[in-house]
């Protein structure tokens, strides 16, 4: 792919680990990241709406863009579930000037690492146990126990590609994760 010359961060982790509170931290005190907004083909959770945390897409319109090319990436990450990067929306921040954060799964992030390679960072936000996870997760109150179930099963697997990313921030402390994502994405920025 043919990029410009702004950076990428790229933020991922199991379902539940804090990432989208950390990086929500980030957005709040840089004022130079832009959040790169993912397509998926699931519907909208709770209170999420289109063009805000996710472009939602039906599966034909999904697949059909991604024939096109219109991806950077792309993933189905659950059956019949796809995620992935669009190339407006990298057009759409970097013509800002801004650093563009994604907030993706594991697999996005080493794909966008390999694809940005150093105009990246990659942060791997790991959780202090899967049993924790799980007690976050079902604190959300938006799954059900079967879609906890299989996040915690994926996000067991999902731990084994913290050493592909750049750094690895263990989110056991809030405050304490969110201070060392500062420190990581100031020096990263410049």
Known sequence: MQTVSGKVLIFSAPSGSGKSTIIGRLLERFPQLEFSISATSRAPRGTEADGREYYFLSNDDFKARAAAGEFVEWEEVYAGTCYGTLRSELKRIWDKG????????????????RIFGAQALSVFVMPPSVDELQRRLEGRGTDSPETIARRVAKAE?????APQFDRVVVNDC???AVAEAERITEAFIG
């Open 98 to 113: 801004h650093v563009i954060v994604f907030d993706v799964d594991v697999k996005g992030g080493v794909n966008l690492k």
């Open 157 to 161: 697997q999902e731990l084994a590609f």
């Open 174 to 176: 809030l405050a304490t």
